[in-house]
């Protein structure tokens, strides 16, 4: 797409124990709108503000054409970056407010799914520990997981009665609810979404809609699911195409694709899933903030697809920034 010389803010770090892979995920991104020609500036977020080259800086005031939100967890994934965004009328990659809000609310975002008729698992909120007693009719193993957090901090796989209130505990060191699901045995999967008029392959314009990327199955070769260790520190084999039937394929591409059109998504998402033992996928997480890193599965699904990240990111900036044209004109 034709561009002149443009300034790409590039968002990292947040309030989050993902900081850290935040911050990776930004420097992939600025790496990216580099090769593309952008003027990129790597802005590093906290609760003490905005960082430009270790200066205090105010995002209003850094003449962005486009901002690019690299943070996950708080502010950058909940809702609080974009509606920061708006406010200040500038064009940017992240999902809407509510949009972040509601995917970043794991309890509320299936309900709303399953409302849809989307296939997602059992489970329930909470506020404290209700005691072994409460769990004695639920199908083990559970998960214990913190209602608002990714990455799978706070995460635990229960098998007996006795380890609930450890995972409890461990799930309220990252948030102040926790979500309780009964587990799904089978294989995990994720699939990246993204929406453009763009055809990668073809290179050429179509009309405007949600594409899926690519399917990754995820295998974690020391643990009993996919945690911090096994996305972030090697303890998992990632395996792109996924080794899934041509059929099933398909079905979890149009399932993501409808959930990203239902949800009314933004940017790059990705969904993970578990493949059941009837061969039928259980959306167990919308991530409207996928990680870049190099150790992340969305870039694996774009080499996969022969896109760079470097075109991709530019397309979308590109359809974002004229829509924000068109909309406020």
């Known amino acids: 797409m034709e561009k002149g010389v443009k300034t790409v803010v590039v968002l990292a770090g947040g ?13 992939m991104a600025c790496a990216a709108f580099e090769a593309a020609g952008y003027r990129t500036l790597f802005v590093k977020v906290d609760r003490s503000g905005y ?18 939100n690299s943070i996950h967890g708080s502010p950058g994934e909940d809702g609080h970056m974009s509606g920061v965004l708006e406010l200040l009328n500038i064009p940017h990659s992240t999902c809407p407010t509510f949009q972040s809000a509601l995917t970043f609310n794991k309890a509320q975002c299936n309900a709303v799914l399953r409302d849809a008729g989307v296939r997602v698992p059992m489970g329930r909120l ?15 193993p559970l998960f214990v997981k913190p209602n608002c957090a990714g990455s799978s901090y706070g995460v635990s ?17 990252e948030g102040a609810q926790v979500l309780v699901e009964e587990g799904i045995t089978g294989k995990e999967v ?3 979404v993204l929406h453009t008029a763009f055809n990668f392959d073809s290179k050429s314009l179509e009309s405007p809609q949600s594409r ?3 399917i990754t199955e995820i295998v974690p070769t020391d ?3 996919f945690d911090y260790e096994a996305k972030y520190k090697g303890k998992s084999k990632e395996i792109t195409p996924a080794r899934v039937s041509a059929a099933l394929s398909s079905r979890i591409e149009a399932i993501s694709e409808r959930v990203y059109d239902l949800l009314n998504l933004k940017g790059i998402v990705r969904m993970d899933y578990i493949i059941d033992e009837n061969h039928e996928a259980v959306l167990i997480e919308v991530n409207s903030i996928p990680g870049l890193s190099p150790a992340s599965i969305v870039p694996q699904q ?12 530019s397309t979308l900036a590109e359809e974002h920034m004229a829509a924000h044209e068109e909309k406020n004109s």
């Open 302 to 313: 774009l080499a996969s697809r022969n896109w760079s990240l470097e075109e991709v990111l």
């Open 157 to 173: 796989r229960v098998e007996e009665p006795e380890q609930l209130e450890a995972a409890f505990q461990y799930a309220f060191t």
């Open 126 to 140: 909470f506020n404290e520990f209700p005691g072994i007693t409460e769990f004695k009719h639920w199908r083990f």
């Open 15 to 27: 309030y989050s124990s993902e900081h850290e892979i935040s911050l990776a995920s930004g420097q």
């Open 223 to 225: 643990g009993a699911f």
């Open 190 to 192: 994720g699939c990246g």
């Open 212 to 214: 899926a990327i690519a």
């Open 51 to 68: 960082s430009l080259k270790g200066k205090n800086v105010r995002l209003d005031e850094l003449g962005a054409d486009y901002v690019f």
